[in-house]
């Protein structure tokens, strides 16, 4: 039986009338027309449906619409300061991060989350991070690498917008279009591969 609930969804209040079991997934795609997310294990397990709730990343596929009613929830297009794609997305691009793409919604929303928490996190840092999603096409050093200049960019611009300017000098994290496959840094990798 279908009910109204109410949810803020990338800023916006929404009402939404569906059954109180059906998945936030669902609810975002198939109700609310926001394609971003995408459905992968239905289990919670593989990260491709990942939103961020109350900003902190977490699984839509599994959640019912009753647990998340009165919350705030971040896809994907949320990210985004309107056209401005947010840091991360802008990163991934650049660092040509996503192959077939499938999992990478979920993955920026909760790249986006660590670096709102932890602007300069260190590869073992993301690596753990992202270590819910799995990608089947072995981009995971891209990723990694591309979320590392995400966080540089956004300190690089805070302090552009204070008083320094300054390159923090990380290596290649600026994008030197290596193979990631040089950086002989094996950690980040296994660590996203599970």
Same mark, same amino acid.
Request: proline fraction near 4%; glycine fraction near 12%; include cysteine.
């Given at each position: 039986?279908?009910?109204?609930?109410?949810?803020?969804?990338?800023?916006?209040?929404?009402?939404?009338?569906?059954?109180?079991?059906?998945?936030?997934?669902?609810?975002?795609?198939?109700?609310?027309?926001?394609?971003?997310?995408?459905?992968?294990?239905?289990?919670?397990?593989?990260?491709?449906?990942?939103?961020?709730?109350?900003?902190?990343?977490?699984?839509?596929?599994?959640?019912?619409?009753?647990?998340?009613?009165?919350?705030?929830?971040?896809?994907?297009?949320?990210?985004?300061?309107?056209?401005?794609?947010?840091?991360?997305?802008? =990163?991934? &691009? #650049?660092?040509?991060?996503?192959? !077939? +793409?499938?999992?990478?919604?979920? %993955?920026?929303?909760?790249?986006? /989350?660590?670096?709102?928490?932890?602007?300069?996190?260190?590869?073992?840092?993301?690596? =753990?991070? &992202? #270590?819910?999603?799995?990608?089947? !096409? +072995?981009?995971?050093?891209?990723? %990694?690498?591309?979320?590392?200049? /995400?966080?540089?960019?956004?300190?690089?611009?805070?302090?552009?917008?204070?008083?320094?300017?300054?390159?923090?000098?990380?290596?290649?994290?600026? +994008?030197?279009?290596?193979?990631?496959?040089?950086?002989?840094?094996?950690?980040?990798?296994?660590?996203?591969?599970?």
């Amino acid at each position: 039986m279908e009910q109204t609930f109410e949810l803020t969804v990338n800023g916006e209040r929404r009402k939404v009338d569906a059954d109180a079991d059906s998945s936030l997934l669902h609810v975002l795609r198939e109700v609310l027309g926001l394609k971003g997310s995408r459905f992968g294990c239905g289990q919670g397990l593989c990260g491709a449906c990942f939103v961020l709730l109350d900003g902190r990343p977490a699984p839509s596929c599994d959640a019912p619409l009753r647990s998340v009613a009165g919350r705030a929830v971040t896809t994907v297009e949320g990210l985004a300061d309107g056209d401005v794609p947010h840091p991360v997305q802008r =990163a991934f &691009l #650049d660092e040509q991060a996503a192959q !077939c +793409g499938y999992c990478v919604s979920g %993955i920026l929303v909760s790249a986006a /989350a660590l670096l709102a928490a932890q602007p300069r996190p260190d590869e073992a840092t993301v690596a =753990a991070a &992202l #270590d819910r999603h799995l990608c089947r !096409c +072995g981009a995971q050093r891209r990723m %990694i690498r591309a979320v590392l200049r /995400a966080g540089q960019s956004m300190v690089d611009g805070s302090a552009a917008n204070g008083t320094s300017t300054s390159q923090a000098g990380r290596g290649d994290a600026g +994008g030197t279009g290596a193979d990631p496959a040089d950086r002989g840094d094996g950690v980040a990798a296994t660590a996203v591969e599970r």
